[in-house]
């Protein structure tokens, strides 16, 4: 079956460093969105992506920010200079919008990122 | 914009009891709900989902819920509990919008499940 993959499944970083995670979508999906959950905390939105562009941003996405699809099948998520809170795992989805329009995403396992 | 909010951030329930999860949620327009679920230390995976048709949704474990319009509910339920249904649940909802389906989540209600 299809699925969502990221990488790394952990990260170890220091505060100010520059972190990019890594998601490979479903092929066929044409949505793609970064969600994370800080330890304790409910799942947040952070941004959506759709035809080569920020579809949707929440506040939490600010331009310490980044995502891209850089090649056709990877979608990263770039952290320019690392805080504390920044500490959570990173949830990559993907979803396609097809004549149903179901809403179903489909998530990866998840990227813990812990800064210290 | 939508919103959801879950009733109790952690369930205890006994083994062969029934497991009952309450989620609430408003959305301005007719709403697709879901119900994901996170074992320890993995990710999301969806347990059932409703987007139109049959309000009450059949989903993986033995899940099932019910979407009641006039109370903005889906409340999620199991007839038996298992010890294997220990775990995190999240209701969520989204509405389809040109710029794809954007998930709310509910706060979460972790459920221990006694022996």
């Known amino acids: 079956e299809p699925e969502v993959t990221q990488t790394p499944s952990h990260q170890v970083t220091q505060m100010g460093q520059e972190v990019i995670l890594r998601c490979v979508p479903i092929?066929?999906?044409?949505?793609f969105y970064w969600y994370r959950q800080i330890l304790g905390q409910k799942v947040e939105f952070l941004v959506s992506?759709?035809?080569?562009?920020?579809?949707?941003k929440s506040e939490i996405f600010d331009d310490q920010f980044s995502v891209e699809r850089p090649d056709g099948s990877n979608f990263t998520l770039k952290i320019r200079s690392t805080k504390l809170e920044d500490s959570a795992m990173y949830f990559c989805?993907?979803?396609?919008?097809?004549?149903?329009?179901?809403?179903?995403?489909?998530f990866g396992e998840g990227s813990r990122l812990t800064v210290l | 914009a939508q919103s959801v909010t879950q009733l109790g951030s952690h369930v205890s329930v006994s083994e062969g009891a029934l497991v009952l999860l309450r989620c609430n949620y408003s959305?301005?327009?007719?709403?697709?709900l879901f119900w994901y679920v996170q074992y320890p230390n993995q990710g999301l995976q969806l347990l059932l989902k409703?987007?139109?048709?049959?309000?009450l949704v059949k989903g993986i474990n033995g899940f099932e819920a019910e979407f009641k319009k006039s109370e903005t509910s889906f409340h999620l339920t199991k007839p038996s509990a298992h010890m294997s249904d220990a775990a995190e649940y999240f209701c969520?909802?989204?509405?389809?919008?040109?710029?794809?389906?954007?998930?709310?989540f509910g706060g979460g209600t972790r459920v221990l499940v006694k022996p």
């Open positions: 959305s301005s327009v007719p709403p697709y």
């Open positions: 992506f759709y035809n080569n562009e920020i579809s949707e």
């Open positions: 409703y987007t139109t048709g049959a309000t």
């Open positions: 092929s066929n999906h044409l949505y």
């Open positions: 989805a993907s979803s396609e919008v097809a004549g149903g329009k179901t809403g179903e995403l489909f």
């Open positions: 969520a909802v989204s509405v389809y919008e040109a710029a794809g389906n954007k998930l709310t």
